[in-house]
């Protein structure tokens, strides 16, 4: 498809258990983003890579979260010993890389983490 | 904290033109304003973004003071399809960490 793809879209795990949530953003895009999103709440900032690299991770909540993007196109944002609270939608957008004030982001359906 | 201040909820009716305001008092020079539109169990999509003036594309207008301290998204004759949630935004347009509030809950009825 021609969008970005989340998988799984729906994923139900255990507290303590590893998970691990895939974007493919659209061919082409250099920029990737992580967001997450709970109830009632705007998406709020996980982490950002350029090309390969993380750009910027400041929003990633602690040790227990990570992300990957090893050939600069899919991510996997990896998530250990998972708690309750890490119950979310989490989301992955994509952009070009272009000049500032072309901004648009492309978002994927999202994937819903549900940790009984 | 969020950078903008928006109604939380709105009401409409079918073919009702809507106008969401969004205050943004402490927006810089290289800021842009951006807004996206979020149905249940999707990701957001971007509708428009400007700087100054007036922008206009195939879904909506937006509408920026002088000042800049204000933007007003525009939907012309809306339908039930645009009930959703409405996010407005501002950055320096590059995307990085941006901030989302809680959007307006815009409820379109027949």
């Known amino acids: 498809g021609a969008g970005v793809s989340q998988t799984p879209s729906n994923k139900v795990t255990e507290k303590g258990k590893y998970v691990e949530l895939r974007c493919d953003p659209i061919?082409?895009?250099?920029?990737l983003y992580w967001y997450r999103q709970s109830l009632g709440q705007g998406p709020e900032f996980l982490i950002y890579?350029?090309?390969?690299?993380?750009?910027?991770d400041s929003g990633l909540p602690n040790d227990r979260f990570f992300a990957v993007r090893p050939e600069g196109s899919v991510s996997t944002l990896k998530i250990q010993r998972t708690e309750r609270g890490d119950s979310a939608v989490y989301l992955c957008?994509?952009?070009?890389?272009?000049?500032?004030?072309?901004?648009?982001?492309?978002f994927g359906e999202g994937s819903r983490l549900t940790v009984l | 904290l969020a950078k903008t201040t928006q109604p939380i909820s709105m009401d409409s009716y079918e073919g009702q033109e809507v106008n969401i305001t969004c205050s943004h008092n402490?927006?810089?020079?290289?800021?842009?304003i951006t807004w996206y539109q979020q149905f249940p169990s999707q990701g957001p999509r971007f509708i428009i973004q400007?700087?100054?003036?007036?922008v206009t594309n195939e879904v909506a207008s937006l509408f920026i003071p002088a000042d800049r301290k204000s933007s007003t998204l525009s939907l012309p004759r809306v339908s039930l399809s645009d009930t959703a949630v409405y996010y407005c935004?501002?950055?320096?347009?590059?995307?990085?960490?941006?901030?989302w509030g809680l959007g307006t809950s815009l409820a379109v009825n027949p």
């Open positions: 935004l501002v950055d320096a347009g590059n995307n990085r960490k941006l901030i």
């Open positions: 957008a994509s952009s070009p890389a272009g000049r500032r004030g072309t901004g648009e982001l492309f």
């Open positions: 061919s082409g895009h250099t920029a």
């Open positions: 402490n927006i810089a020079t290289n800021d842009y």
């Open positions: 400007g700087y100054k003036t007036k």
């Open positions: 890579f350029q090309g390969t690299g993380a750009a910027d």
